[in-house]
């Protein structure tokens, strides 16, 4: 694989179900980022994780969880859906210098409705 | 915070016509800018940045200019194409963190 590869592509979920978003990047970047799409609102930032072992909450982060075990991968967990966290949600990567503006890198996204 | 205040669409062109997509910034510091654009069913792809004052980023025939006087970083395309029609997103980017304008969808017609 090459770049940033997310699953589930979409789930549709039961309110208060636990659901865990995946996310992993074969690109040894330092810096991986969840973010959530919504109409008009662009994209906003959920977590973020700096390096390996660490995460910082984003604009939004209420209702979600992370976890950052590798450099590759940074699950995103919905620990009880709720109507209002369907989204369309991309992880993103960066890192390639070290810098922290580097470019950042998305993945295809998945589409989660929660009914 | 930092903030992206980007044109609101929807933005509908003939081919071949001049578009132009305004964004301005606040930040603190001198943030990066970047714009992506996401194509019906896509992720986002980075289509162009800039990462100081005066810096030109092009790229498939678009063109945005880092303005610091004006906080502003306006997307450009002198001949539109009907595969231009997609979402587009201004971006700054401050100390690991993107902020995003709300996205404006062009289309254009043959």
């Known amino acids: 694989i090459a770049g940033i590869t997310q699953a589930p592509t979409s789930q549709i979920l039961a309110a208060g179900r636990r659901m865990t978003l995946r996310c992993t990047q074969d690109?040894?970047?330092?810096?991986m980022y969840w973010y959530r799409q919504d109409l008009g609102l662009g994209l906003r930032l959920i977590h973020y994780s700096n390096t390996a072992g660490t995460t910082g909450k984003g604009e939004v982060p209420d209702g979600y969880s992370v976890s950052r075990a590798n450099t590759d991968d940074f699950p995103l967990t919905l620990a009880s859906a709720v109507p209002s966290q369907t989204s369309v949600y991309f992880c993103?990567?960066?890192?390639?210098?070290?810098?922290?503006?580097?470019?950042?890198?998305f993945g295809p996204g998945t589409r989660l409705t929660v009914l | 915070g930092d903030s992206v205040t980007q044109m609101e669409g929807p933005v509908t062109l003939s081919e071949e016509a001049c578009l132009t997509i305004n964004c301005t910034y606040t930040a603190t510091g001198y943030p990066s800018l970047f714009w992506y654009v996401q194509y019906p069913g896509e992720g986002l792809q980075l289509l162009l940045k800039?990462?100081?004052?005066?810096d030109k980023g092009s790229n498939k025939g678009f063109e945005a200019t880092y303005r610091k006087e004006t906080t502003s970083f306006h997307l450009e395309k002198g001949s539109v194409q009907v595969s231009d029609s997609a979402v587009y997103f201004c971006a700054s980017l401050n100390d690991y963190k993107l902020s995003f304008g709300a996205g404006t969808t062009v289309t254009v017609r043959a």
């Open positions: 993103a990567s960066s890192g390639d210098s070290g810098a922290s503006t580097d470019t950042q890198y």
């Open positions: 800039a990462t100081k004052a005066d």
């Open positions: 690109m040894r970047h330092n810096a």
